[in-house]
Each structure stands twice: as C-alpha cells, then as structure tokens.
C-alpha cells in the first residue's frame, strides 16, 4: 500500500476515535445534570399553585391552577391537596387576596359564589356595583346571566303644554359587566343545560360616574337592558385603539399587552351612545322637544334684542314671526310686522 494511503487512513481512524470519546463525553455531562435534577425534586404531596400570576379578582379557570409536587415538610393545613380537593368545585371562584406564579393556593385565598364578600371580591379595582329594577320585557325576558355585558336604555316621554309629548329612548351606557341576577351570581344548570329564570334585579359593574349617572337616570324613565354580543368586543377595540383611547407602549411585552387589552374590553363606557324619537318610529309623533309659550316668548325676544327682528314678541304674548317695526305712540311702543305686497 503506499505510504501516503496508509498515513491518511491512520489519520481518519484517529479522528473517529476522538470524536467517538468527545461525543461520549458530551452525553454523559448532558445526563448528569438530569439526574441530579431528578434528586433534587421535591418527593411529597402534590399541592394546588397558582400557573400564573393571579390579581384580587381573578375568577379561577382551568388553566389558572393545577398540581405540583411540594416539599412534606412545607405544607400547611390551608394548601389543596391531590386526592382530597377537588378542582372543579373550585372553578368559578373569586381571588381575595394576590397570589404569585408558582405559589400555593391557600383556602382563605379564595371565594365561591354565595359566600360572604364574593359580590366585593369580584369588582375590578377601582369599580362599583349597582343595582337596577327589571321585568321580563326590560331584562331581555331572563336571558341575562352573570358575566354577560349589556348596554343600558333609558326611555322617557317629555310632556308639553300642548300637543304631542315627545317620546324618546337612548342607549346612555354599554359594555356593562352583569355580576348577579336578583341575589344569584352564579348560573344555575339542570342535567348540564342553563336554566333561564325571570328576575327583577339586575346588579351590574361600573365605574363611580356611571354609578351616578345610573341613579340619576332611574328617576327621569325605565330602564331597559339590551344584550351584547360576545362579538362586539373585538370592534369596540379596534374603535378605542384607533381613537387612542387604549395605546400599547412600545417595547410592551405580551402579557403586557394582552392584560391592556383585556381590560379595555371589559372597560364600562357612558359616551357615543345613540337615540331615536317618536318622530323615527312614526310620523305621527314628534322629531324634538316640545317647547312652551314662554320660552318661545323669552328666545324670541333674545334673538329680537340682539338683531333687529326677525321674531319677538308683541304686549299682547303673541308671538310675531317675520319682519317687523317698532311703533312708539307717546309712551306705547307696538310691534308691527311687516307684510309685503
């Protein structure tokens, strides 16, 4: 064989033999740490933590808990544990008090429908509960459950001296959270299927202006809920990102961004709400206001007072409309239209 051959071979098998022992190696230092990892896992209980960070007010869902492996000397009496709690039963629950990712849910932590403090727990920061009288005809005939949003009605009738009274409805406030029907804030199922019921309550989350606007608004009308779709949400956050009511700041991780947004869609919102009139639904009915003599009286003679008349009003009460001129006989002065020929 020639010598150059042979030297070539010799090389390539030392090669292999190298990268053969460098793999080796690389293999055995990638377990080792797994081992000592699996050492080093807790070997005890598996108790309830949180998967995430949970806020006062988080209502608990699948995906916000589950079971991890504690220490048994760590755990308390007030932890969950695997095998003796049921995690079901705890879906729908309110978060009393902040919990960190990865930290156990403790029993006094959480706040199940009916419980004393539930209805506190469940308002956002800085929000409010108020309560609204329903029938079947304004509360959408009970197909209202709590965790539904609804915009709120306001439908009144504006009485006149004479004539027509103007009869008009306004949406004064949308994207109402409903926290509880009646005294109920949970909705009730039999075999699986929800149970719709007639209430005459309905208690809603706001802000503290909404809550005043709420109040003031049950003394002029009735109120009336209107459904909204689950739908809807997803536009009324684009039109708030557009308007730059809700701004994402730059750099914003996802979370950031995700927990901006959801509070924008669950955000109350009393302005840009719309209105008809009687003169909308039938053209018997009034477009506007009705107004009374006097203050038709008292406009007129404003608008007389600051240009030379177009309409005022004469000694008698009667209100003269077009051009006119005033007529002074000693001390009398008299309005007198002008008529053309």
Known sequence: MDRKKLMLLVGALIVAIGTAFMARSIFAGAGAPQADAAQLEPKGPKVLVAQRALPVGTIITADSVAYQAWPKDMVQDAYYLNGEADVSKLLGTVVRFAITAGEPVTQGALVAPGDRGFLAAALGPGMRAVTVPVSAKTGVAGFVFPGDHVDLVLTQTIRAEEGEPLRASETIMRNLRVLATDQSTETEKVDGKTVVRAFKTV????????????????????????????????????????????????????????????????????????????????RFQRRSAPVSKDQLAREFARSAGQAAGSAVANGQGAIVIGPVVRVTRGKETQVVPVRGK
């Open 203 to 282: 208690t809603l989350e706001v802000t503290p202006k909404i809550a005043e606007k709420i109040a003031v608004a049950q003394t002029i009308g009735t109120l009336s809920l209107s459904l909204r779709a689950i739908a809807d949400n997803q536009g009324e956050l684009e039109r708030a990102i557009a308007s730059g009511d809700v701004s994402i700041p730059a750099g914003a991780s996802r979370e950031e961004e995700e927990k901006l947004l959801k509070t924008a869609l669950s955000r109350p919102m009393d302005k840009g709400g719309s209105y008809v009139t009687g003169g909308d639904v039938s």
